[in-house]
Nanobody, 121 residues
Framework: QVQLVESGGGLVQAGGSLRLSCVAS????????MAWYRQAPGKQRELVAT???????NYADSVKGRFTISRDNAKNTVTLQMNSLEPEDTAVYYC???????????????WGQGTQVTVSS
């Protein structure tokens, strides 16, 4: 069994910064890819950023130039640095990962519980 635990959400004024972290734990053989999604009230969950095991990154157009995703493979962590935050960034942010487990060597897709980010105007 594997799990993801996020931290770092909170309330910030527009123009401010927040840093989200996500730690994977459990029977992990390797982490193939990691990502951050977000879901605002009344909206569908959307992809924010992804990073592969070779640190190839991809961003939603709405966050390019403001958000940076990074990972530490030794610590099984992924981080989302969010700068120049806007009220439109307000959402619950979810960590997501494709993880190969040690028990079966199968790849499972895992979600974290989410962390709230609120940006005030």
């Amino acid at each position: 069994q594997v799990q993801l635990v996020e931290s770092g959400g909170g309330l910030v004024q527009a123009g401010g910064s927040l840093r989200l972290s996500c730690v994977a734990s459990g029977r992990i053989s390797s982490i193939i890819s990691m990502a951050w999604y977000r879901q605002a009230p009344g909206k569908q969950r959307e992809l924010v950023a992804t990073i592969t095991s070779r640190t190839i990154t991809n961003y939603a157009d709405s966050v390019k130039g403001r958000f940076t995703i990074s990972r530490d493979n030794a610590k099984n962590t992924v981080t989302l640095q969010m700068n120049s935050l806007e009220p439109e960034d307000t959402a619950v942010y979810y960590c997501n990962a494709d993880i190969r487990t040690t028990l079966t060597l199968r790849v499972v897709n895992v979600w974290g519980q989410g962390t709230q980010v609120t940006v005030s105007s």
